[in-house]
């Protein structure tokens, strides 16, 4: 069973970067859809970046597309979401979720969720 442990989250000013990262504990030759999300307190579960491990797909948000970047280390079972420019608005805890499938960027999709690290964006 694939374990995802998030690191890499904390506090940052904005317009500061922060690099997330998503170790897993085995990526199997399957094609993975991995993704980032992040859930502010009263919202849905929003996804932010997603990539499949093995196709290379990407997809970002509106939200995020031109600051973040998402990329993968299977050698390192690891995924990572490089965030620049943060805003205040960008302040929540981040989830790790993977797919032994290509499925869309959606939570509900994932059936492998990560605990979460938080990210805060002070002004």
């Known amino acids: 069973e694939v374990e995802l442990v998030e690191s890499g989250g904390g506090l940052v000013q904005a317009g500061g970067s922060l690099r997330l990262s998503c170790a897993a504990s085995?990526?199997?030759?399957?094609?993975?859809?991995v993704g980032w999300f992040r859930q502010a307190p009263g919202k849905e579960r929003e996804g932010v970046s997603c990539?499949?491990?093995?196709?290379?797909?990407?997809y970002y948000s509106d939200s995020v597309k031109g600051r973040f970047t998402i990329s993968s280390d299977l050698a390192k079972n690891t995924v990572y979401l490089q965030m620049n420019s943060l805003k205040p608005e960008d302040t929540t805890v981040y989830y790790c979720?993977?797919?032994?499938?290509?499925?869309?960027?959606?939570?509900?999709?994932?059936?492998?969720w990560g605990l979460g690290s938080l990210v805060t964006v002070s002004s």
């Open positions: 085995v990526f199997t030759t399957d094609d993975y859809t």
């Open positions: 979720d993977a797919d032994p499938r290509i499925v869309p960027c959606k939570h509900e999709y994932l059936v492998i």
């Open positions: 990539l499949t491990t093995r196709s290379g797909h990407t």
